[in-house]
């Protein structure tokens, strides 16, 4: 199958992913969208590197695991603070700054 | 499917794997970074082996060395001419050693050493059952206003982990500016942003808005950071490898070994320029220029204000000092291509800072602005695209840097029962009560507002001549005027403080401890030689000032 197909797929998944970031209101599913869009690059970095056939690109992909592993300790834990000190994870309410 | 149809990437697993050479790595050029980073971990391995009590006097100890052991090294790789002569490339192709990287490096370990004295200021509260308390909570992890933290509190329990994470955050902010490929960019964009994620929730006082502040800056930090890995990989398409040098030669059509698959992605502009664009939208977003700043006010108005100071100046320094690299170095050949956007990128930055922060009530939010607007000043610097464009962005970055975090200290002086009195209301006939700590604001606001010998009129006369002379006299008539909007509202905090009546339940000025006063003092006396003996500076950053590639 072409390789290009796959980058189809990435930037369709990227989309999805930033269209999911600024709709969506809960903090933990606008997080699980920019996974989405992490995801999306690695799929993007893996197509490329098939197609020039240099291994760069799956080597950056497992960077990115790891980079998205340590989004997701740093967030979530910063997210579950705020959830536990107002029993909501939306980030509407999250407005004490709002002039 | 025949055996040559299949890829060279499956075929090579099953012939026998040659000697694989190790790296080789330069330990003595990269020791700046291998010394706050190994400090860091020793940091961690502090805040688990020692007993509570010598936490917090190892930690600052700790700390405070490892910085400027940090700085000691830059200056001996300076001094043995790796940021002239010597630049190189070091670390496999990975980190650059020049003089922008080294300058900029210099910078940020100077700015960070102040910047965690103010982190360490115990004297600003007063004690809570005999334990002096610093400006981070007690214990991060408790809700706000629940039994467990006022257990916390009573327990004098203190969150000396912010120490390891800035000296994390440090340790990224030295690989960007000198990173020399995509991927060591990105990975260091995250060394230093999610250590400064944590740091901006863990506020002692007025928790509900530092950990709001935290969230805000983490999703969309996050974001961005999303949309700078996916041009990351349409770049990595279009040149097949993401280090500089490649990049730049792919851009310039200077390619030697050409093959298929680079022959037809490197016709693809658009994989370039959407690539090139996604990348600058992620460095953008970390300056807080305009349309990308919508964290700045927020995060700046509810991180602690130590925090705040140490984020406006270093990763300020940072970003700039890695889209210079990305534009002087990879773009070049994209320089008709490039000019334009960030053209209207910095009016809008410059013009937008400007304007809004004069509707300000909030002393950080306007200094957020404020930092919004010297982002648009750095870019017309940037935009010039000539040697002297370099020299003078590094020579405003190491002066403002020092106005920055000595303006969010004197913040952290001025007090209520609340906390600090951020409100500018409250700053009003400061000038009578304490007529040293708001002439002192007045010196660091007027080095804001570029007014003659102080720092910023150095830097800002820098910035726009650099500019009129790259051919952007346009940009620089923009520059002035909204510097004269910028004066206005610098002026007006200056007037409210001395020209006012002060209100009988005003705020009290804390007598803060040497390390406080060290760090304004260090700010004053920055501004202060910048603004009138700038030449030995502007020499140095003009020595600076040349790539390696």
Redesign the interface.
């Known amino acids: 199958m072409n390789p290009v197909n796959y ?1 189809y797929l ?1 930037a369709l998944l ?1 989309t999805i ?2 269209a999911g ?1 600024l709709i969506r209101r809960n ?1 933990i599913v ?2 699980m969208c ?1 996974e989405l ?2 995801n ?2 690695n799929l ?2 893996v ?11 799956q ?2 992909a497992f ?2 695991m790891v ?1 998205a592993a ?2 997701v300790v ?2 979530l ?3 579950v ?2 959830f ?3 029993h909501s994870a939306s ?1 509407d309410d ?4 709002k002039l | 499917m025949s055996a040559t149809a299949v890829h060279s990437l499956w075929t090579t697993a099953a012939e026998p794997i040659g000697k694989i050479t190790a790296p080789k790595i330069e330990y003595a050029q990269l020791a700046p970074v291998l010394i706050v980073v190994g400090a860091a971990v020793l940091s961690v391995l502090v805040e688990a082996l020692v007993p509570r009590r010598g936490r917090y006097h190892t930690q600052v100890f700790l700390t405070v060395v490892a910085l400027a052991a940090g700085f000691a090294a830059v200056v001996g790789l300076a001094a043995g001419g790796y940021g002239s002569t010597k630049a190189q490339i070091a670390a496999m192709g990975a980190i650059a050693v020049d003089g922008p990287a080294l300058f900029l490096q210099g910078t940020i370990l100077l700015a960070s050493i102040v910047a965690v004295f103010t982190f360490a200021e115990r004297r600003l509260d007063p004690a809570h059952h005999g334990h002096r308390v610093d400006s981070f909570a007690a214990e991060a992890a408790a809700v706000p206003g629940s039994e467990q933290e006022k257990a916390a509190v009573k327990a004098g329990f203190t969150t000396t982990e912010v120490f390891p994470l800035v000296l994390f955050a440090v340790a990224g902010m030295l690989v960007f500016p000198a990173a020399n490929d995509l991927l060591t960019l990105f990975i260091a964009l995250e060394v230093f942003s999610l250590p400064l994620y944590v740091l901006c929730a863990v506020a002692r006082r007025k928790r509900m808005m530092s950990q709001e502040a935290a969230v805000k800056y983490f999703l969309l930090g996050a974001f961005s950071s999303a949309f700078l890995l996916f041009g990351i990989a349409l770049l990595y398409g279009y040149a097949g490898s993401v280090s500089y040098a490649r990049i730049a030669d792919v851009v310039d059509g200077n390619v030697t070994a050409m093959d298929p698959a680079l022959a037809a992605t490197m016709g693809n502009d658009a994989l370039l320029l959407i690539g090139f664009a996604m990348v600058l939208m992620g460095l953008l977003f970390k300056v807080g220029a305009v349309p990308f700043h919508m964290w700045t006010p927020d995060v700046y108005q509810g991180a602690p204000t130590p925090v705040t100071g140490f984020m406006a100046a270093a990763t300020k320094v940072a970003a700039f000092g890695a889209m210079l690299r990305l534009l002087y170095v990879v773009l070049p050949g994209l320089t008709w291509d490039w000019r334009p956007v960030m053209w209207a990128v910095a009016i809008v930055t410059m013009l937008g800072g400007a304007i809004v922060a004069i509707t300000q009530t909030d002393i950080k939010r306007l200094l957020a602005y404020s930092s919004i607007a010297h982002a648009g000043f750095l870019l017309a610097g940037v935009i010039a695209a000539t040697p002297d464009g370099v020299s003078s962005v590094l020579f405003y970055l190491g002066a403002y840097s020092f106005v920055t975090i000595g303006a969010f200290a004197v913040v952290t002086l001025v007090r209520d029962a609340g906390g600090e009195a951020t409100h500018l209301s409250k700053w009003a006939g400061l000038g009578r009560r304490s007529p040293l700590v708001a002439a002192v604001f007045a010196v660091f606001l007027l080095a804001f507002a570029g007014i003659p010998l102080t720092s910023g009129f150095a830097g800002k006369f820098a910035v726009f001549k650099a500019a009129a002379e790259g051919g952007a006299g346009g940009l620089v008539v923009v520059g002035v005027l909204s510097s004269a909007v910028a004066a206005f509202f610098y002026i007006r905090v200056i007037v409210l403080m001395f020209f006012s009546e002060p209100k009988v339940d005003g705020p009290t000025v804390a007598v803060p401890s040497p390390l406080t006063m060290t760090t304004i003092g260090v700010g004053v006396a920055v501004t202060l030689v910048l603004g009138l003996a700038p030449q030995y500076f502007l020499d140095l950053a003009g020595q600076a000032s040349v790539f390696v590639r």
């Open positions: 980058l990435a990227f992913g930033a970031v903090a606008v997080f920019v869009m992490l999306a690059c993007a970095f197509a490329f590197s098939r197609m020039h056939g240099n291994l760069d690109g080597i950056i960077f990115t980079v340590a989004e740093v967030g834990a910063i997210i603070s705020l536990r000190a107002r980030v999250a407005s004490l700054m």
